[in-house]
């Protein structure tokens, strides 16, 4: 399974970006982010069906996940973009579709995208 993202770039803060990635069948999706020197963390996941997305607390009311199953695509719509939301961002898939849990763990996600910079300039 290769998962593509794409659409990160450097954007001055309060702007916006939207991420995208090709998405893996009917697994559940997740972003995360990684600043240098950190953890990588959780950002937002969703479901096949769309329903009762998750998103962290530190990004909450600001980016959106969503996807589009007929063009099998997950987004990232990032609004209100912040320095400290600089980092790579990466897209991520569980094992299977038969697993319909969201979950924060990064353990839990089984596939992986390359990444994609964000960069956001003050």
């Known amino acids: 399974v290769q998962l593509q993202a794409s659409g990160g770039g450097l954007v001055q803060a309060g702007g916006s970006l939207r991420l995208s990635c090709a998405a893996s069948?009917?697994?559940?999706m997740g972003w995360f982010r990684q600043a240098p020197g950190k953890e990588r963390e959780f950002v937002a996941a969703?479901?096949?069906?769309?329903?009762?997305?998750r998103h962290a607390d530190s990004v909450r009311g600001r980016f959106t996940i969503s996807r589009d199953n007929a063009k099998n695509t997950v987004y990232l719509q990032m609004n209100d973009l912040k320095l400290e939301d600089t980092a790579v961002y990466y897209c991520a898939a569980r094992g299977s579709s038969v697993i319909t849990v969201i979950t924060t763990d990064k353990r839990q996600y089984k596939y992986w995208g390359q990444g994609t910079q964000v960069t956001v300039s003050s």
């Open positions: 069948g009917r697994a559940v």
């Open positions: 969703i479901s096949w069906s769309g329903g009762s997305p």
